[in-house]
């Protein structure tokens, strides 16, 4: 088998070739945000942090550059900006009076609501697997995103596998072999979220 460039030493490769693949994916999302976000006058990093505040109560701006792997001032500049477009406002905190929360404001609600769809370019291509295939694809994204938490390469994602009411392999040869201490009911493997509203961290 020929290969465009030599393998580096110690990576086997399959492994090599999953790295490649994972890689163009990336690329595909960040040529189709950079895309839509123009169409919207937005960066791609303007478009997270409307994502980020959908659903809350105010965010500090510590904890969106925390969850977006970028820089304070990298954050810092991209909320000045969606400030003067009128689409966030800076609150305070309802959580500690003395800090600085950053809102949505109702164009910026609007505005979140159209970058939500940027990567829905890809569900028609993850449904081409298989529902064996998707599980499988499932799984082991969990596990690539749950090593790259533990090595603080990106924020944290409200993962089953990291939840205090995850309870793995509960019921062994099962087709719903895990279990949901929240709405104490079992699941399959199909159904492990890598984002969930009720997560509660589990301690380690």
């Known amino acids: 088998m020929n290969n465009s460039a030599p393998l580096p030493d110690s990576v086997n490769e399959i492994d090599y070739h999953i790295l490649i693949g994972l890689e163009k994916i990336g690329m595909a999302l960040k040529s189709q945000s950079w895309q839509d976000a123009g169409q919207q006058g937005l960066t791609p990093t303007q478009g997270?942090?409307?994502?980020?505040?959908?659903?809350?109560?105010?965010?500090?701006?510590?904890?969106?550059?925390?969850?977006?792997?970028?820089?304070?001032?990298?954050?810092?500049?991209?909320?000045?900006?969606?400030?003067?477009?009128?689409?966030?406002q800076k609150t305070r905190s309802p959580a500690d009076g003395r800090a600085i929360a950053i809102t949505l404001t109702p164009?910026?609600?609007?505005?979140?609501?159209?970058?939500?769809?940027?990567?829905?370019?890809?569900?028609?291509?993850?449904?081409?697997?298989?529902?064996a295939e998707k599980v499988i694809f499932l799984r082991g994204l969990i596990k690539i995103i749950k090593k790259l938490q533990e090595q603080g390469k990106i924020s944290v994602a409200k993962m089953c596998v990291t939840c205090s009411f995850f309870q793995p392999d509960r019921y062994p040869n099962s087709e719903q072999p895990h279990h949901c201490g929240?709405?104490?009911?079992?699941?399959?493997?199909?159904?492990l979220r890598i984002t969930c509203a009720e997560h509660v961290s589990a301690k380690h």
């Open 107 to 131: 164009s910026g609600q609007q505005a979140a609501g159209q970058t939500a769809t940027w990567s829905d370019f890809l569900l028609t291509t993850v449904d081409e697997l298989t529902a």
């Open 48 to 88: 997270q942090i409307l994502n980020l505040l959908v659903n809350t109560e105010g965010v500090r701006l510590s904890a969106v550059a925390k969850n977006l792997g970028v820089t304070a001032a990298t954050a810092s500049d991209a909320v000045a900006s969606l400030v003067d477009k009128g689409l966030v």
């Open 182 to 191: 929240l709405v104490d009911a079992p699941f399959a493997d199909g159904n």
